[in-house]
């Protein structure tokens, strides 16, 4: 059973950082990219970027880029994502998923992490 | 990059079809057959309902069906029932990155 497991819920302070992380196991977790999705407090999905952890490509939305970084260490089947800064606009839950079908032809998140809640408040 | 549209809320009795839609453009929806939507039921993980365009994960109940027509694809949920109430979200391929829609409410009156 393709499981994705995320890390426990952060509370922190403007300007902290943070990395949160997101194991997953039942398949072969290298073969697969893993997006990050961003759903903040009452609205809908965003999507946030990907990850191929057997060799740690990224490809980020524009909406995200430099505001966050995704890492992988496919030695633990795990992967990343990170501020340097945290800011109130940060608070939301925060999926990983499971990337299935190939580019340009059909892509698509099949399993999906139970999430990670991250409120930043001073 | 925009976010696809859709209608904010949609509903339907029990037993009848609801059909939710999703405008984007040649960019995302209308230049791939790369259209997935999924459910999430309130506090809960988004589910995987439709992937490319029209077909069904293992475990989805067929009453769930979608099509596409050049820019606009369509999530259609026949024979209503009470656990379809949910919100979904839309989502297309959109070159080398992916865009969801803003999300629609089902309500099953």
Redesign the interface.
């Known amino acids: 059973e393709v499981q994705l497991e995320q890390s426990g819920v952060e509370v922190k302070k403007p300007g902290e950082s943070l990395k949160i992380s997101c194991r997953g196991s039942g398949y072969i977790f290298p073969g697969y990219w893993i997006a990050w999705v961003r759903q903040m407090p009452g609205k809908g999905l965003e999507w946030m970027g990907v990850i191929y952890p057997d060799d740690s490509q990224t490809r980020y939305s524009p909406s995200f880029e430099g505001q966050v970084s995704l890492s992988a260490d496919k030695s633990i089947n795990t992967v990343y994502l990170q501020w340097s800064s945290l800011t109130a606009s940060d608070t939301a839950m925060f999926y990983c998923a499971r990337l299935s079908g190939l580019w340009h032809t059909g892509v698509y998140l099949d399993s999906w992490g139970q999430g990670t809640p991250v409120t930043v408040s001073s | ?1 925009s ?1 696809l549209t859709q209608p904010p809320s949609a509903s339907g009795s029990p037993g009848q079809s609801v059909t939710i839609s999703c405008t984007g453009t040649s960019s995302d929806v209308g230049g ?3 259209v ?1 939507w ?1 459910q ?1 039921h309130p506090g809960k ?4 309902m439709i ?3 029209s077909k069904r ?1 293992s475990g989805v109940p067929d009453r769930f069906s979608g099509s596409k027509s050049g820019n606009t694809a369509s999530l259609t949920v026949s024979g209503l029932q009470a656990e379809d109430e949910a ?1 979904y ?1 839309c ?1 297309s ?1 959109a070159g ?8 629609t409410k089902l309500t099953v009156l």
Do not use: C, E, H, I
């Open positions: 990059q976010a791939y057959n790369s997935s999924y999430q993980v988004p589910k995987l992937y490319d365009v994960p919100d979200y989502s391929y080398f990155n992916v865009v969801f829609g803003g999300g």
